[in-house]
């Protein structure tokens, strides 16, 4: 439901370079992201103050803004950002980098859809969190939702086999072909992803990897950095099936293939 890496590919990226085929490829016509995330923000009492960061074409950070929140939506792709601003207005949108931001003091920060995945290394990892600890008010929240590492200990099904997608956008029919493979030395899950269409533009191919972190590792990089975590979980949540819905409970199990995460900085 959101965008693709947390770097500017503005160059050669289909859905970076045009945020209005994100959003039709990537539909959220109930705002369950924004909604889950809100739910989350309450449930914890989190303060006004939000900083959704990775914002992509910014539906969620507006949806937070409408629920009377005060929202920073960041990014590093400038063409989300230019989308977000007109169709998504009420947050202020600043260019960012998550490996590394200072965008002033927040009760909660916010990264949605796997954006915190796109920090590859450990040194990326402690920047996103040093960060967060600098920007947040004693107790502020961490709420984030991504790929779940543990998922692929042993499990196949979705890794090596191509899974072709399709959607219409004013009368054009847009092809996506995506294969997912293990980059185990890096600790990556990599995708490749060819887009045609039937307007006669040539395929383009895309690379894109997301880190894959362990629960118990997570745990401990948010340990380090002052975080106590208060809800590690894989569902519900805007991206699981069946998705989250007002009023669900939280899991116990972290073994499906999403992780939710709320914790506090009390460190």
Known sequence: MRHEPQRDTSRGNLLTDSPELYEARFPDPER???RWAEDVLR?????????DIGCGTGRDAAYLHGAGRTVVGADLSTV???????H????????????????????AVVCLDSALLYCHTNDDLDGFLTS????????GL?????????????????LDTP?????????????????LSLDRAAQLLRRRRVWSADDGS??????????????????????????TVLGLYDRPGPRTEPPWRAGDDAATTVDADRLHLVARLTG
Do not use: K
């Open 32 to 34: 369950i992201a924004g």
């Open 43 to 51: 449930r914890y009492g989190a303060g006004p103050r939000v900083l």
């Open 80 to 86: 989300m950002l230019e989308y977000a601003r007109e």
């Open 88 to 107: 998504h207005p009420g947050p202020e949108y600043r260019h960012a980098d998550l490996r590394g931001f200072d965008l002033g003091a927040f009760d």
């Open 132 to 139: 967060c600890r600098a920007g947040l008010a004693p107790g």
């Open 142 to 158: 961490l709420v984030a939702e991504l790929r779940n590492g543990a998922f692929f200990l042993g499990r196949t099904e979705l």
């Open 163 to 179: 899974t072709v997608d399709a959607f219409s956008r004013h009368g054009t029919v847009h092809r996506s072909t995506t294969t």
């Open 202 to 227: 040539p395929p383009v191919e895309q690379h894109s990897a997301w880190r894959l972190l362990f629960p118990q590792e997570l745990r401990h990089f948010l340990t380090a950095h002052g975080f």
